[in-house]
């Protein structure tokens, strides 16, 4: 079992975006409150959730008031689920104490006052209470879908006596627990075989209207799904009446949402049939038993990879019924709407999708209607800080208004050190590491919602100016942190013309030029950049295209450069061109600007399709104490599945020499030699996420022989975050973590390192398995500074203080 789970995180880092939610989630909610629309973004992770709230001044939606919880926190999760009725608006926090919503009412001014607090008796913290919200004006439904271990809760609330009062526990036809079925198995060997209850996500979606409340399941029956319907007597009680569900089938996830009113009921099951559809299901007053009709269905829906999603987000008014699909077309999104010719039939239905929305963004995944006005949320774009549309419908059609919110990101840290002394630096947590200044992407010419991945540095030899190498989704940024305390953002390179935005940008420099690949992202080739030209800075940030644009391969996950050689060495290259099976792409940069391909190397043996692919690499000119390989041109693959160790100096006759994994091995990432070329220092992506570790990981590997590598160490930290890349200096080692930013060790004594230092990139949640986080760092510059990416928060300057730092050793000691 454990090998199959170390198969499926890999196969997820194939196609990782970012994880960390830091800015995220405009869009994933939105509803529509008499003449005003409110849009949700619950997901902000460094700032508490918003609420934003538009109005029509002068034919135009405008921002008129943001709506946050009466006592904000970071992370709150504040917008979660937005409910509306007459002067009232319900909006939950999934994440505040538990899970609250919070009812506000509409002031003389016309702005919402908070007016009460709504929590269950008994929520805890990971119940998700809130996750789904619905008023019918007398009566609130809360879903809690992350309870019970995943089986879920829901709760119903009432006002009485000017207070709202819990008036119902909803449950479901839950599995017995795990003692309670071994309670009832005589044999203790049996017991321990007693498999846990299976999550529903009962609550997921809740609908309530008048007598009557349903509830999603749509993990439950192997995510099949079912929807629970309750019925309140005339003494008020709530009873189980029915489950809708048994004719559904695995994966179809019935009850993913719902719109209940007036007798009908509207199912979504976004993976039915790999396009989606609405079951519908009319109240027979007689019997009162809900009678299912024929199904709601996309008229021209063709299946991909990505299927279609109808269903996954359903509005209606009294003329038309409007279903969202929003993983149509690429994951594009459209919205059907059917309208209405009786009780039971239909005189048409059309798709609305407004002009402007392109793949990814995902539009209709939240979804809202009153009154002529349409709000839709698109939590894709603007890679992933999300938009939404409002739409009003008019003679000529839908006019469509795009509305953004303005980054919320964490404070820039700028003009003077901020000294680690109390364990702190600003928000981030430290250790023997000064923040001498932070700033977030936008301020470096990142795009909305963009994130930062690798980096490298640049010294002018002409000015002495260090200039940090920023990379993006869509560009690279160059940054003059000459003043490390007052960066400023020079110049920004835009990604190739036709290639497509993606998380993975690499960065090295070699005679004075930057060479920078992108992984799938399309025909994105090798830019090549000519650093002087930052010198044409003068005062405002320069929007700078490619001197060359590389075109023998398309996309690559990273560029390796021996700048002893002359050579670039591109790997994981996959997206066309000539890919080399993933390895050693050898490119002549002698003429930076005439790059010149001279070469594949692919070790078969290694890989998880043993193709030789390699995610990383080093290349140097050897001086260790193998005396075969001295003057010999070495590379070092992190190969996926192994150490890979080649002899690169005929590019005609590449040879491998060396090969060996190690043991628990996930995905061999990233590593670097130490200056003797001794050692070798490797991460693996996968390992602490994937349980087989259970700190932070270093592999280090004796290579004084390297036709045979040993392991003869392995550093567990007690952090559990995942490591990324790293770099040696003398001997100091510079790992960027995921969620837990940049780590420095002592490695003066190779085979057994210590952590010296560190700065917590990340000022928000757990330290753990997430892929959210410090990418990179850079620490060759002579003046000491080390600069860091972290994806979602931006760009730090930073620097290990003396006191920490080994003896005998300088920052200026580089292993380039």
Known sequence: MKKLFVAVFLLSLVALAPAAEAQRGFGNTVAIAGDMVLVGEPSNQANPGYVYVYRQVAGEWVEYATMNAPEPTEGDGYGTAIAVGDEIVLISATNADGGA?????????????????????????????????????????????GSSDGWGDVYIFEMADGAWAQVA??????????????????????????????AA??????????????????????????????????????????????????????????????GEVLVGAPNADSLGAVRRFLLDDESGEWERMADLRPFDGTPSRFGGGFGRSIAADDQHVYVGSPAAEGRRGVIFRYTRAGRNSWSAVSKISPSGVIQGQQFARALAVNEGTLAAGLPGADFGAGKAVIMDYGYGGWDSTVV????????????????????????????GIDLLSFVPSAAIGGDRGVMANDIWGWTDPETDHDYALVGFSNATSFVDVTDPVNPVAVGILRMRMGATPSPWRDIKVHADHAFIVSDSAGDHGMQVFDLTRLREYDGEQIEFAADVDYGEIASAHNVVINEDSAFAFIVGASGGGETCGGGLHMVNIEDPKNPM?????????????????????????????????????????????????????????PIAIGMSSYPNVAYSHQGWLTDDHRYFYMNDEGDEASGLVTGTRTIIWDVQDLTDPIVVQEHISENPAVDHNLYTVGNVMYQSNYDSGLRVFDISDPENISEIGFLDTVPFGEDGGGMGGSWSNYPYFKSGIVVVTSMQEGFFVARLRDDVRPENVSDSDSNE
């Open 101 to 145: 919503v919070y009812a506000h009412v509409r002031g003389d001014d016309g702005l919402w006052y908070s007016a009460a607090t709504i929590s269950a008796d008994a929520a805890s913290a990971g119940d998700r209470f809130g996750s789904a919200i619905a008023y019918d004006g007398n009566r609130l439904i809360v879903g809690a879908p």
């Open 169 to 198: 526990y909803l449950a479901g036809e839950r599995p017995e627990t795990d003692d309670e079925m071994a309670a009832e198995v005589e044999d203790d060997a049996e017991a321990e075989e007693v498999a846990p209850p299976v």
């Open 201 to 262: 996500r009962f609550g997921t979606a809740v609908a309530i209207d008048g007598d009557w409340a349903m509830v999603g399941a749509p993990s439950e029956n192997d995510r099949a799904g079912s929807v629970y319907v309750y019925h309140r007597s005339d003494d008020g009680a709530w009873e189980q009446a029915s489950v809708l569900g048994d004719f559904s089938e695995a994966s179809h996830q019935l009850g993913a949402a719902l719109h209940l009113a007036n």
């Open 404 to 431: 953004v919110s303005e980054a919320k990101g964490i404070a820039a840290i700028t003009g003077e050190a901020v000294l680690c002394e109390d364990g702190m630096v600003g928000r981030f947590s430290c250790n």
């Open 597 to 653: 391909f001279a070469g594949c190397f692919q070790d078969t043996r290694t890989g998880r399709r043993s193709t030789g692919y390699s995610h990383d690499a080093q290349c140097v000119i050897y001086h260790g104490p193998d005396e075969r390989y001295t003057g010999s041109e070495i590379c070092l693959g992190s190969n996926e599945t192994a150490l890979s160790i080649a002899d690169v100096t005929d590019k005609r006759n």
